[in-house]
T-cell receptor, first 111, second 114 residues
Framework: EAGVAQSPRYKIIEKRQSVAFWCNPI?????LYWYQQILGQGPKLLIQFQNNGVVDDSQLPKDRFSAERLKGVDSTLKIQPAKLEDSAVYLCASSARYEQYFGPGTRLTVT | DQQVKQNSPSLSVQEGRISILNCDYTNSMFDYFLWYKKYPAEGPTFLISISSIKDKNEDGRFTVFLNKSAKHLSLHIVPSQPGDSAVYFC?????????????FGTGTRLTVIP
């Protein structure tokens, strides 16, 4: 069974630029999550989708972050414009029931 | 406010001995707890979980203990192996509320010395 796929693996941008991350969940998993992990901290939920509907986006900074999950499968997370404090690893996870399975993450560096 | 806490940032154990990783939580609504293992440049990997209706769950060398009254859980690894060296995250969710988002601790870096 293929795992959660994410791309790119690494991205370096300057502040005020925009960036997008892509995630392909495990086949058949209805729920998809985006987490932000800042160095030295645990992952923090940004947004949760159930199929292509948003379940929880209370921690998403909506003035600069947006996410979509078209057709209930792949998802993209966008940051526009980026700030220095957005430097982190962005993790995508999917679940069928309670255990969440994570992708390798995208390490974003904002300079 | 950190609802899940791992107060030991690191732990070193000799190969073959027991590793005990600890986790505390503050939210009494949490009813499902998980441990994840993370290697560098990889995403967290699910290891073991426990529901609040149990106080122990065992899977091979890994056992998780839950003390609800103390809001404390621990992960025991016996015997510890060098391949167990990684960062371990404790996570919790409040399934009864209908939410499945996880709240993570800050992680404990385990080093198993050969």
């Amino acid at each position: 069974e293929a795992g959660v796929a994410q791309s790119p693996r690494y991205k370096i941008i300057e502040k005020r630029q925009s960036v997008a991350f892509w995630c392909n969940p495990i086949s058949g998993h209805a729920t998809l999550y985006w987490y932000q992990q800042i160095l030295g901290q645990g992952p923090k939920l940004l947004i949760q989708f159930q199929n292509n509907g948003v379940v929880d986006d209370s921690q998403l900074p909506k003035d600069r972050f947006s996410a979509e999950r078209l057709k209930g499968v792949d998802s993209t997370l966008k940051i526009q414009p980026a700030k220095l404090e957005d430097s982190a690893v962005y993790l995508c996870a999917s679940s069928a029931r309670y255990e969440q399975y994570f992708g390798p993450g995208t390490r974003l560096t904002v300079t | 406010d950190q609802q899940v806490k791992q107060n030991s940032p690191s732990l070193s154990v000799q190969e073959g001995r027991i590793s005990i990783l600890n986790c505390d939580y503050t939210n009494s609504m949490f009813d499902y707890f998980l441990w994840y293992k993370k290697y560098p440049a990889e995403g967290p990997t699910f290891l073991i979980s426990i529901s609040s209706i149990k106080d122990k769950n065992e899977d091979g060398r890994f056992t998780v203990f839950l003390n609800k009254s103390a809001k404390h859980l621990s992960l025991h690894i016996v015997p510890s192996q060098p391949g167990d060296s990684a960062v371990y995250f404790c996570a919790a969710s409040a399934r009864e509320t209908g939410a499945n988002n996880l709240f993570f601790g800050t992680g404990t870096r385990l080093t198993v010395i050969p």
